[in-house]
């Protein structure tokens, strides 16, 4: 590995880290204006069915079945072996199997729906909202099926190194979604008008990055011209899709589908304290993304080119950083939420305790767990992974559904912290030496 490629590739993580900054920021903004200027006139019921509606998009991520995942990591190989046709066919194909994946989620989702509406299982008291919750799932859907194949643009860019692209291109969804939020609720805009603005907005602007990929060469209408060649490469994606797939899975019950549960299991208006906490504490998750989100493609890089000891510096650093930043920035935020909610929503919705101080202890460890993941994704090993989120889903879920029933919000959170640092805290810290290592030595024999 020459002193040029090191360089390059610390420079396109750099690209990466300030590009990422200024869209973070902007999507902050965006959540905070979205909070403060629709929560006075739609109420904690109305405002906790759009939350929770919005929130599906992390719940059901893994119905891209882990291949946007896997074809970072395959992108990322492909560039490695600077063969243009090669990278060309791998692109053209991931998104074609991710538009096929979408057309069949579209189809199963529409059938669900009609059949057991999602809008019957929230616990929701009022007509409005009652109809709020059903309009927005129709328009979800459409917008979730079509953001399958569309983000696979996304992914892309960012096996190539070219992240700071995608937040560019995020950046100026989140202006616009701004834009059209200040508009809309001066009008007290109905919910699944925000929808539209906010997720609609981010779910098609990728749209536009088409071009640059067909004039850079990315993609061809070759790609299943050789047959068998397609075939196994979907095959491979799939396969290393299915991997990423039982982690997405331990995202959503782990966490991302905390809002719905809350939503089902308490009641829709707990969602609100909830989703503004939730949104509040990215204070602490947001800056740790920022850094350590650009070197899941540098990892990959460096695996490539079996390039050890970039990866082991590299870990160590985010590791003790990521730690000592998330617990300063937690503990900041913890003793000054109170002026904060007073300052953001006044007394629009009142906020436990509880909840704000799980919050506090679960963004350390979200951040900490990010950090490391990111490193185990790029040296493609996620079979240690799909352990720690087996176990993360079989603590989490039983705790979830006697907690949050008692405890509302800050149930779900408490179940979270408790699951994950058994999980995931303390079976890496058992297992790391002993089995990644291992593993990661045994991936290098085999490239090399």
């Excluded at 087996?390 to 179940?415: D, E, H, N, R, T």
Aim: proline share 2%; aromatic share 10%.
């Amino acid at each position: 590995m020459t002193a040029f490629q090191k360089i390059s590739r610390l420079r396109l993580a750099l690209f990466h880290s300030s590009a990422n900054a200024l869209s973070a920021l902007l999507g902050f903004a965006n959540m905070l204006l979205a909070v403060s200027l629709t929560i006075g006139y739609l109420g904690a019921e109305r405002f906790g069915v759009w939350m929770t509606v919005a929130s599906i998009a992390s719940m059901l991520t893994f119905l891209d079945f882990g291949v946007g995942n896997g074809l970072v990591s395959q992108i990322a190989r492909s560039r490695a072996s600077s063969d243009p046709r090669k990278l060309a066919l791998t692109t053209t194909r991931g998104l074609f199997i991710l538009c096929a994946i979408g057309t069949v989620v579209g189809t199963a989702l529409v059938t669900l729906n009609s059949v057991f509406p999602a809008a019957d299982i929230m616990k929701i008291d009022s007509a409005q909202a009652k109809k709020d919750a059903e309009q927005l799932i129709e328009l979800f859907i459409i917008l979730f099926c079509l953001n399958i194949p569309i983000n696979g643009i996304l992914k892309i860019l960012l096996g190539l190194q070219l992240g700071w692209i995608v937040h560019i291109t995020r950046s100026a969804a989140s202006l616009l979604s701004m834009l059209l939020l200040f508009i809309l609720s001066q009008r007290e805009a109905l919910p699944v008008i925000l929808l539209m603005a906010t997720y609609g907005v981010a779910t098609l602007s990728p749209l536009i990055l088409l071009p640059l990929l067909w004039r850079r060469g990315l993609l061809t209408w070759q790609a299943n011209a050789k047959w068998t060649e397609a075939k196994s490469e979907y095959r491979s994606l799939v396969n290393v899709g299915g991997l990423f797939l039982v982690l997405q899975l331990g995202v959503m019950i782990g966490w991302g589908s905390d809002a719905f549960i809350i939503s089902a299991l308490n009641k829709v208006a707990t969602v609100a304290q909830f989703a503004i906490i939730q949104r509040l504490y990215q204070v602490v998750s947001m800056p740790m993304d920022i850094l350590n989100n650009p070197l899941w493609g540098a990892y990959a890089d460096a695996h490539a080119r079996g390039d050890k000891a970039f990866i082991t510096k590299t870990l160590k650093v985010s590791l003790v950083g990521t730690l000592l930043m998330s617990t300063l920035l937690s503990v900041t935020l913890y003793f000054s939420t109170s002026w904060i909610l007073y300052v953001w929503i006044d007394d629009h919705i009142a906020i436990s305790s509880q909840l704000v101080l799980a919050f506090a202890i679960w963004k350390v460890l979200q951040s900490v767990g990010h950090a490391f993941s990111m490193a185990l994704n790029g040296m493609h090993i996620v079979k240690i992974q799909v352990y720690s989120v087996v176990m993360l889903c079989v603590l989490a879920l039983p705790l979830k559904l006697f907690l949050i029933p008692q405890y509302g919000a800050a149930g779900a959170v408490w179940s979270t912290v408790i699951a994950y640092s058994f999980s995931t805290v303390i079976f890496y810290m058992i297992v790391f030496r002993k089995y990644v290592i291992e593993e990661f030595s045994q991936h290098n024999q085999a490239d090399n």
